[in-house]
């Protein structure tokens, strides 16, 4: 294992992190669309609100852990929006607990000192985020400050108390007066990491099917299949299926993808709409069936984002760019050379099974995507053969560098 993982602690990662700022679960979705372009992972924390009480002394109030209720992402929305039918205007003052699938173990609160080993340990277990308590006080640690050195806990506050002074207690996060906290994700450690690749020498060269990083089971949906189809198939991690074409020999080519992180910064109404109407084909190529003519949007009015002009709307187009999936070449190409339209920002991320851990890392970090669909490197058309997960990558940088399989010559 890599001396990184021991010489860092979590509260190295939350230097110059944002304080954590609570999305209740009594918000509308309106606003819920709103905050989800602004998280990392197309995916935002939702919380209780906290119970007020005059009569319970602070120590014994409800910890902030315990009112997390679950993650909600642009795939959770949009397939609601899709199911509620043509109400939008109903749909979108929904409130959020509504929405979100409770889980409340995707987060866990961690003190800042909990080493990072241990933090991706929490993670490939299922953590998405982690709840870390900010102080002034840290300042963070190198390799050389670590909060284990020479085998010895060491504090990271100052204070003048006898208990601070002794060299083998560990500090805990009832030692830190700040109620401020931070969120700490997958994206956050991945990021962390790739500024340490050396020391990670030799896995980030390594193929990603040598360190058995690549997840052969995953979730897809045939291109001619109704695109709602999806909304019965979402997995949790990666919160992704793959649109495919089936070849004869049953093995499957990537032609798109239904994502979170494809859905993120997009109109969710639009993709809602492509989602409840379209086949997973269309949906995702924003075409008809007969041609390269876009296919006309109902008009989708909310009152707090659309300003009264004193003009009838005008009919919205959905295209590639009304959902964000296309770049506008698509729209000039026929529908029988569906492989061919997925260009730009339409085309799912991929990469080869011989793609090394460290271009795969930097691949999912450039485009903050969840996951990387995962290709045969010696089939020139896209044959889909598993996906890449942070979960995976995860699991590859804590792999033992003697048990990565040999690349077959």
Same mark, same amino acid.
């Given at each position: 294992?890599?001396?990184?993982?021991?010489?860092?602690?979590?509260?190295?990662?939350?230097?110059?992190? &944002?304080?954590?700022?609570?999305?209740?679960?009594?918000?509308?979705?309106?606003?819920?669309?709103?905050?989800? *372009?602004?998280?990392?992972?197309?995916? $935002?924390?939702?919380?209780?609100?906290?119970?007020?009480?005059? !009569? !319970? &002394?602070l120590?014994?109030?409800?910890?902030?852990?315990?009112?997390f209720?679950?993650?909600?992402?642009?795939?959770?929305?949009?397939? =609601?929006?899709?199911?509620?039918?043509?109400?939008?205007?109903?749909?979108?003052r929904?409130?959020?607990?509504?929405?979100?699938? &409770?889980?409340?173990?995707l987060?866990?609160?961690?003190?800042?000192?909990? #080493?990072?080993?241990?933090?991706?340990?929490?993670?490939?277990?299922?953590? #998405?985020?982690?709840?870390?308590?900010?102080?002034?006080?840290?300042?963070?640690?190198?390799?050389r400050?670590?909060?284990?050195?020479?085998?010895?806990?060491?504090?990271?506050?100052?204070?003048?108390?006898?208990?601070?002074?002794?060299?083998?207690?560990?500090?805990?996060?009832?030692?830190?007066?700040?109620?401020?906290?931070?969120?700490? /994700?997958?994206?956050?450690?991945?990021?962390?990491?790739?500024?340490?690749? @050396?020391?990670?020498?030799?896995?980030?060269?390594?193929?990603?099917?040598?360190?058995?990083?690549?997840?052969?089971?995953?979730?897809?949906?045939?291109?001619?299949?109704?695109?709602?189809?999806?909304?019965?198939?979402?997995? !949790?991690?990666?919160?992704?299926?793959?649109?495919?074409?089936?070849?004869?020999? @049953?093995?499957?080519? $990537?032609i798109?993808?239904? /994502?979170?992180?494809?859905?993120?910064?997009?109109? =969710?109404?639009?993709?809602?709409w492509?989602?409840?109407?379209?086949?997973?084909?269309?949906?995702?190529? *924003?075409?008809?069936?007969?041609?390269?003519?876009?296919?006309?949007?109902?008009? =989708? %009015?909310?009152?707090?984002?659309?300003?009264?002009?004193?003009?009838s709307?005008r009919?919205?187009?959905?295209?590639?760019?009304? $959902? *964000?999936? =296309?770049?506008?070449?698509?729209n000039?190409?026929?529908?029988?050379?569906?492989?061919?339209?997925?260009?730009?920002?339409?085309?799912?991320?991929?990469?080869?099974? %011989? /793609?090394?851990?460290?271009?795969?890392?930097?691949?999912?970090?450039?485009?903050?995507? %969840?996951?990387?669909?995962?290709?045969?490197?010696?089939?020139?058309?896209?044959?889909?053969? *598993?996906?890449?997960?942070? /979960?995976?990558?995860?699991?590859a940088?804590?792999?033992n560098?003697?048990?990565?399989?040999?690349?077959?010559?």
């Amino acid at each position: 294992m890599a001396l990184v993982f021991l010489h860092h602690v979590v509260g190295d990662l939350t230097v110059g992190k &944002p304080e954590l700022a609570e999305f209740s679960e009594a918000e509308t979705l309106e606003a819920a669309i709103r905050a989800i *372009g602004d998280c990392a992972e197309g995916a $935002i924390a939702v919380w209780r609100r906290r119970v007020p009480s005059q !009569q !319970q &002394p602070l120590p014994t109030a409800e910890p902030r852990a315990a009112r997390f209720v679950g993650m909600l992402n642009s795939l959770d929305v949009v397939a =609601f929006l899709a199911r509620a039918g043509g109400d939008h205007q109903k749909a979108m003052r929904t409130p959020v607990s509504e929405v979100v699938t &409770p889980n409340p173990s995707l987060l866990k609160e961690v003190d800042p000192g909990t #080493r990072l080993i241990d933090a991706l340990e929490m993670m490939k277990q299922g953590v #998405r985020r982690l709840l870390v308590r900010k102080s002034l006080a840290w300042k963070g640690f190198s390799k050389r400050f670590s909060i284990l050195y020479n085998g010895k806990w060491l504090k990271n506050i100052n204070t003048s108390s006898p208990d601070a002074t002794s060299s083998g207690s560990r500090p805990s996060i009832s030692s830190l007066p700040d109620d401020k906290f931070c969120l700490l /994700s997958r994206e956050d450690v991945v990021r962390f990491l790739i500024g340490c690749l @050396g020391a990670l020498a030799p896995l980030p060269l390594s193929s990603i099917s040598s360190l058995g990083a690549i997840t052969p089971c995953y979730a897809y949906i045939e291109a001619s299949s109704p695109a709602l189809e999806a909304v019965r198939k979402i997995p !949790q991690d990666p919160c992704a299926i793959a649109v495919v074409e089936t070849n004869s020999d @049953g093995t499957h080519k $990537i032609i798109g993808d239904i /994502s979170a992180c494809k859905l993120w910064k997009c109109d =969710f109404l639009a993709a809602a709409w492509a989602m409840s109407s379209l086949s997973a084909g269309q949906s995702v190529m *924003g075409a008809d069936d007969n041609g390269t003519t876009p296919i006309s949007l109902p008009d =989708f %009015t909310i009152n707090s984002t659309v300003e009264d002009t004193g003009t009838s709307p005008r009919p919205r187009k959905f295209s590639s760019r009304s $959902i *964000g999936f =296309f770049s506008n070449q698509a729209n000039q190409m026929a529908v029988g050379r569906l492989r061919s339209m997925y260009r730009g920002r339409s085309a799912p991320l991929t990469c080869k099974h %011989t /793609s090394s851990l460290a271009a795969v890392m930097a691949q999912m970090l450039s485009h903050r995507a %969840t996951h990387v669909w995962v290709t045969d490197a010696e089939s020139e058309d896209d044959i889909l053969v *598993g996906v890449v997960s942070y /979960s995976d990558i995860l699991y590859a940088v804590t792999k033992n560098p003697t048990n990565v399989v040999p690349p077959i010559s």
